[in-house]
């Protein structure tokens, strides 16, 4: 694939960052819940699935972009492989009424976000030879005590901490990528001049 066409297609997915990647407020929805009696829970959880499903699979395609642009290059950049795939949003959603899968959403999406987070830094280590990333802003084994010994009350906090860590990871990632485009460009741009 062309080396041009390659950056406009990094430069395309970055782009649609502002629709996949959707910072939302836990205290909005938090207030919506209380004040709908709990109906605003259905697409909370919509919301927070969908937007997970949604980063992953750009982050997936930025990573293969990015892939492929360094092989033309020489550069063989190996990626661990992880499992990613994407979640039901609607039946997750629906499944809430058993209120049990509440606590199964809120695992599966710390559990899926920590993993992620381990092969970004990978990935952005050594790409951007940086190792000063944040570790992960949920503490998995901390909620679930918590959750437990609260009779479940603990979700509250648990929620809080998804959305403040997504929220986080989403702006955190957005710096890394336009630290990767633009070394990306300045290698293209001097590939240019030389030839």
């Not at 406009?8 to 205290?27: C, G, H, L, P, Y």
């Not at 599966?108 to 951007?128: I, P, T, W």
């Not at 710096?175 to 001097?190: P, S, T, Y």
Request: with cysteine; charged share 30%.
């Amino acid at each position: 694939m062309d080396n041009k066409l390659l950056i406009d297609n990094i430069k395309e997915n970055i782009a649609r960052r502002a629709e996949t990647d959707r910072v939302m407020w836990f205290s909005m929805w938090f207030l919506a819940a209380v004040a709908t009696f709990g109906l605003a829970f259905f697409p909370m959880f919509y919301l927070l699935i969908e937007r997970r499903n949604k980063h992953f699979a750009r982050q997936k395609e930025l990573e293969d972009l990015v892939v492929v642009h360094l092989k033309d290059r020489g550069v063989d950049l190996k990626l661990e492989k992880t499992n990613s795939a994407e979640r039901n949003s609607l039946v997750w959603t629906l499944s809430i009424v058993l209120i049990f899968p509440i606590f199964i959403i809120a695992y599966l999406l710390s559990k899926d976000l920590v993993l992620h987070e381990e092969k970004q830094r990978m990935l952005f280590g050594s790409l951007l030879q940086e190792k000063n990333f944040e570790v992960p802003s949920i503490n998995i084994k901390r909620c679930l005590l918590l959750t437990v010994i609260t009779l479940g009350l603990g979700i509250v906090y648990w929620l809080y901490k998804i959305f403040n860590s997504y929220n986080r990871h989403f702006k955190e990632q957005w710096m890394m990528e336009d630290k990767i485009f633009e070394l990306l460009v300045k290698g293209e741009n001097r590939d240019e001049r030389e030839n």
